[in-house]
Every structure is written in structure tokens, then in C-alpha cells.
């Protein structure tokens, strides 16, 4: 999901533990589960499968740090864009040909959008979910991933961005 957030620059799994920095003789440490950064802030992001457990000491120690600690209820993932994102990233080491890619967009910068029917029909050198997906993971095109899930009448857009 980390991969189709526009506001995420760059994230990371972490594999070192934050340490809490007191003086005691054996501190404590807690493993967390990205580092994300976005272009406002940098956050350590821990996701539980239930409610999170409260934590005192890590938020202090993570902001000396300059992270925002973020823990994430399982629960609060929204479940059509997780599947939305599931069935994305399947094609994450696809790749548009230049000839695909310049025929979607431009059918999309003659009709301003178009379905996502439409944009695999217009695939004829590569793999049409591939080379579409591939497009939505790069920033390429917008779809609308937590309304329902994706299908041939999702709207495609060009991105903004």
C-alpha cells in the first residue's frame, strides 16, 4: 500500500531495533516495521494485527530521533484498497514499452479519461495488466483504489503529478 501512496517519497522495512535511551542498565528496545518518508515528515510505522499496544517511552525516544511514531491497526485498513494494492503489485517488475505507454496516454490526453478496459485494449507490444499495472505503480496513472475493487469499468486518469 506503501507503493501507491502519492505522499510517500521513499519507505523501507527496518530491522534494527529503536532503543529507549535511558540510563537504565539493560534498556528496553522494540522493533517497529517501516520507515516511511512523505514530503512533510519522516515516520516509523509499526502495524498490528489488533489494537495497538501502548508504548510509552517510544514516541519521546522516536522523535529525538526525527521520526513520528505510527501505529496501525490491521482493523483500520481499509479492505478494498488493500486488495486493489495486492492485485497491483503482482506487476511490479513489469514495464510499459515506450509504444504502449505513449498510446495510453495519449488516449487519455484526447478523452481525459478512459476505463481501464479501454487502456488494456490499447496494449499490443507488451502484457496489457502488466503494462498498465506498471504504469499505476509509477506514478503514471491515477485509478480510484478505494472506492471498489478494480475492474473494467475502473476510470482511468493521467496522474497530476
Known sequence: MLDLDPQVISWRCVTQ???NDSTARKPRHHF???LV???QEALL???WRGQPDVITWLPGVVA???YRYQAISMREVDPVRLQNARDLVRYADREATLGDRIRILTGLDEM???SLAECLSAVREGN???SVASMILRGLLEVDLDEK?????????RSRS
Open 17 to 19: 531495533p529503536v532503543i
Open 32 to 34: 517497529v516495521d517501516f
Open 37 to 39: 518518508e512523505t514530503e
Open 45 to 47: 510505522v509499526e502495524v
Open 64 to 66: 529525538r530521533k526525527g
Open 112 to 114: 481525459g479519461s478512459l
Open 128 to 130: 496489457a495488466m502488466g
Open 149 to 157: 475493487l478494480l475492474g473494467p469499468d475502473t476510470i482511468v486518469r
